[in-house]
């Protein structure tokens, strides 16, 4: 079993910032080199990435290209980096084997490509990829095993592509239900963020898993972001500092500890400054502070929207300005040219000096040099049957079922036993594959039915398989849930033993996931009102990117399964726990609100009132875990702090059990939240089997909270650790 303690200390944080450099190496020598020979022009390009759909033939991502336009790119505006795209395996290699054949041979430098992708659940944007659960499902594991997992499938998928670059993970924290990208992050808590996304980096720049290529992650997007006030995407947000360096910046700050080479920025604004030109959180905070001397790439167009829709700049060619000297090396322009001509403009005005464009592509050219694109810049493609391997789609399977969740579970209707049940499968995911793998599946906004992948199962055919002696049927409906026969429906309910409803939304990405209302749809209420008419055991599985209420007909369902969107093996993981062949082990990541106007994350404080659903951490098990016998002790010299734990499988069969362990500070100067985990793990118990627990732990590393300056405090006085329901509290001086 694997440990994880939480933290970043103040301490960690000087010496980053203060590090002396170390000497030039032979890569330094190679970028100074290089550098020294390039002309502006060279340079800038170097700063630009451009889409792929700028120079396709007809200016979408699917990688039919334009002669004209891509030596236009590559040889007249010298672009060094490219990004997106969808299609096969072997066209992806064709393409961008051109591309750099192009940049390799016919340049005057010969600097290769950096190519990205946003393969944020598997190698999402190749045809033969493996589509793996989304974030928010995989952080319900609360296991960095699974996410290691997912990395490794996603790097052997990609890297033989010749896709470098691979702008995830999201670690901003997904403390706000109404955010549309609350589902590409890894839950509220900041503890849980930072693990998981620095086991996602470290296993995805690990070399092992894609050599000869080497890849970078790129931690996004900082800061703030994920946590907007009205909760549209990129609309503005208002964070106190003190609350920014509390719970927005210690998933970053373990990012940037776990060697992530890139880092992309919020596409929003924080508290009156957009994201892209703040001086303050770019320069001041994450290269001054934290010491990141990796690229930092802007998000796709955004130093323009600085002010075509921010407004908080006085024309494009003023924003390109704030934000260069904010810290920005890469502007991911897409479909534009203008960064490269506002750059010359600056140098030759005087606002800009050519030193701080090189200090950027400096930081590019090294990053390119770190992957090893000068030596082995071409893809690959005498590998291609290592994609969805039987290998990855296990791999995706286990995944879902390490993370789906029992909500509910009514007097044990699930597990459903085989002996001849009739059971209906019914609403808008029953039979849809689009619907389990989600958006970013193919299209940003999630391919149509018929690219989805052919080898996997829809919840239907999952159950069919899985119920060989019982009948199961399937209603479809439209995908909003509408019923196209009252009538129908009604008869197929009154003839099952079982109604099993798919509920939650279809796929949806970034502002095109906005909502107002929290609220599931009334056409999908209905399918549940009217099976609640009736005498029939009703499960629901809930397929969504984010907690929609269900607080109004959650009384009519026996069971309740949160999936989020679980991926390629999502339905057999599903049809197996509904089974009882797989024990659930999920918990929330989040906490489930009940109203739609009361939203708080669990680390509330005292005088809030949070009044869910379900909580943070709930999770049932077809099995029974007991917690006793907890203890804190002090050492002799104060210093340190051991908990002891028994946890027991007080249950007839095995199963995981996450442990989650909270401490409260009773008192402090700026006020304390209830709880704030500060340690989990996920242990398997036999019947009758008992876990002890002894953790030991620095209180002055784990009890502590910054000002709005960020320095560390840590007060004296009565603390409490909780562990499912039990408490143990202590006094330190």
Same mark, same amino acid.
């Given at each position: ?144 095993? =699974? ?117 992309? =920025? ?429 953790? =030991? ?37």
């Amino acid at each position: 079993m694997r440990f994880y303690l939480i933290f970043a200390t103040i301490v960690s944080l000087l010496f980053l910032a203060s590090c002396s450099p170390a000497p030039k190496d032979e890569t330094e020598k190679k970028v100074d080199d290089l550098l020294s020979q390039m002309t502006l022009d060279e340079k800038i390009g170097q700063m630009t990435q451009i889409c792929f759909s700028e120079i396709t033939l007809n200016g979408d991502k699917n990688l039919d290209m334009h002669p004209e336009l891509f030596r236009q790119a590559i040889l007249e505006n010298h672009v060094g980096s490219f990004l997106s795209g969808t299609g096969p395996a072997q066209k992806w290699i064709d393409f961008i084997s051109t591309l750099q054949k192009m940049a390799v041979e016919e340049t005057r430098l010969g600097i290769p490509l950096l190519i990205g992708i946003d393969h944020i659940h598997g190698a999402n944007y190749v045809d033969e990829g493996t589509m793996l659960p989304h974030n928010i499902t995989l952080s319900c594991s609360f296991d960095p095993d =699974v996410v290691s997992r997912a990395a490794r499938v996603t790097a052997i998928e990609t890297a033989d592509l010749g896709m470098s670059w691979n702008f995830a993970p999201v670690v901003d924290l997904g403390k706000n239900a109404y955010w549309p990208r609350l589902y590409e992050t890894f839950g509220e808590d900041p503890l849980v963020c930072g693990i998981l996304g620095s086991s996602f980096i470290t296993t995805y720049q690990d070399p092992e898993h894609s050599n000869p290529y080497k890849l970078a992650a790129c931690a996004k997007h900082f800061i703030g972001y994920s946590d907007p006030r009205t909760g549209h995407d990129r609309t503005p947000a208002e964070i106190p500092d003190q609350i920014l360096y509390e719970h927005h910046l210690p998933a970053f700050v373990m990012a940037l500890e776990s060697g992530v080479k890139t880092v992309m =920025v919020n596409s929003g604004e924080v508290n009156g400054i957009p994201g892209h030109v703040s001086e303050k959180l770019l320069k001041g905070l994450l290269r001054e502070k934290l010491g990141f001397d990796g690229v930092i790439l802007s998000d796709i167009k955004d130093i323009s929207k600085v002010y075509n829709e921010h407004h908080g700049a006085f024309s494009e060619k003023d924003a390109t300005l704030r934000a260069i000297n904010a810290g920005i090396d890469m502007s991911m322009s897409c479909n534009s040219y203008l960064f490269i001509d506002f750059v010359k403009e600056l140098i030759a005005e005087g606002k800009l000096t050519e030193s701080r464009i090189d200090e950027s592509v400096k930081r590019i050219l090294r990053l390119k040099f770190d992957l090893g694109l000068f030596d082995n810049p071409y893809p690959r493609n005498d590998r291609l049957n290592r994609m969805q391997s039987d290998e990855h789609l296990q791999t995706a399977y286990y995944l879902a079922e390490q993370s789906i969740v029992l909500l509910k579970n009514q007097e044990n209707v699930l597990p459903i036993r085989d002996t001849g049940q009739r059971i209906l499968v019914t609403g808008f995911a029953a039979h849809s594959r689009k619907m389990l793998n989600g958006a970013w599946t193919l299209e940003w906004l999630g391919a149509e039915e018929e690219r989805q992948p052919k080898n996997m199962n829809t919840l239907f055919d999952a159950l069919a398989t899985e119920f060989p002696n019982s009948d199961v049927s399937l209603l479809e409906i439209m995908p909003d849930g509408t019923l196209e026969s009252e009538k129908e429906y009604r008869a197929a309910v009154v003839a099952s033993d079982y109604v099993i409803i798919t509920l939650g939304e279809e796929p949806y990405s970034e502002f095109k996931g906005n909502i107002n209302d929290l609220q599931l749809t009334e056409p999908q209420k209905k399918l549940a009102q009217i099976a609640g008419e009736y005498d029939k055991k009703l499960v629901f599985v809930l397929i969504q990117g984010r907690p929609r209420l269900i607080t109004d007909i959650e009384p009519l369902a026996d069971g309740i399964l949160f999936a989020g969107y679980p991926g390629q093996g999502g339905a057999d993981a599903l049809a197996a726990i509904i089974s009882g062949k797989a024990n659930p082990s999920g918990k929330l990541s989040f906490s489930y609100p009940k109203h739609p106007n009361h939203v708080t994350p669990y680390y509330h404080k005292a005088f809030q009132k949070n009044d869910n659903l379900w909580d943070f951490g709930h999770g049932l098990s077809y099995t029974s875990f007991e917690y006793k016998n907890i203890e804190v002790d002090l050492s002799d010299d104060g210093k340190q702090l051991t908990l002891n734990l028994d946890i027991s499988n007080s249950g007839t069969i095995a199963g995981k059990e996450t442990f989650l362990l909270f401490f409260r500070q009773e008192k402090g100067t700026i006020t304390r939240p209830v709880k704030k985990l500060f340690h989990f793990g996920k242990i398997e118990l036999q019947p009758g089997e008992t876990h002890h627990l002894n953790h =030991v732990f620095t209180p002055s590393e784990i009890f502590v909270y910054p000002d709005e300056n960020n320095n560390q405090i840590f007060e004296p006085g009565s603390f409490t650790i909780m562990a499912h329901g039990l408490e143990a509290t202590i006094d330190l001086p």
